[in-house]
């Protein structure tokens, strides 16, 4: 059994990482963007108001992240563990969180971060597009599709998140640094789970293979 949570600025390739871990390992994969944007997808007026804040790049409000987690969180059943992917993003949702998974009874074995430069975020991030119905990720310059902004399969245009339009990557990652940064050092205070830092600055390849060691040390020991 084994509980993380995943950590790195917009960018990081957390997304791609998240994943991979997920098959590797068989954990629930709990990401709070992924929630996010499917109750927005859903047309709810929870969704709505949702999207309002991240279309801005400003974080949701922690009470409505705390409620909407520890329902996930409820709800997710995994004999194999249980990866956090965008949350807690504040200290005051660790310290939510903290209370979650007490009651429950599942202490987090780590918090993983995955560290890079702004320079790369904000290129990798600006660079992203993806295909409306099937999700599928490219970049314009270090995945690009065969054919400019057309998805491969369907042959539909590809699209830019709101929220990864320039100005938007600034603000989500000076978010990252006033408010998620502190999450970090709350875990190193608290000591309860062991804060491992990997550096994202590597292909996606070597970034898995650090992950992967990191994950097998950590079920091992
Ligand atoms: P992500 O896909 O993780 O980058 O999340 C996209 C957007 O959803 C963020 O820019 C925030 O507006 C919002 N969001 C996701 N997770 C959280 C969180 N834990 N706390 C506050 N806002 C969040």
Sequence with gaps: MLRIVLMGP?????????????????????????????EKASGSELGQK??????????VPDDMVVEIMAKAIAESGSAKGLMLDGFPRTVAQAEALDETLKTKGMPLDAVVVIRADDDALVERITGRRHAPSTGRVYH????????????????????????DKEEVVRDRLKAY????EPVIEYYRRQGAAQ????????SPDEVTE???????????G
């Design 10 to 38: 917009p960018g990081a390739g957390k997304g791609t990482q998240a994943q991979r871990l997920v098959d590797r390992f068989g954990l629930t994969h709990l990401s709070s963007g992924d929630i996010f944007r499917a």
């Design 50 to 59: 949702l999207s309002e804040y991240m279309a801005s790049g400003a974080l």
């Design 140 to 163: 314009v310059t270090f995945m690009p599709p065969k054919t400019p902004g057309v998805d491969d399969e369907t042959g539909e245009s590809l699209v830019q998140r709101e929220d």
């Design 177 to 180: 640094k006033e408010q998620t």
């Design 195 to 202: 804060v491992l830092e990997i550096n994202g600055m590597q």
């Design 210 to 220: 650090d992950l992967v060691e990191a994950l097998n040390s950590l079920q091992n």
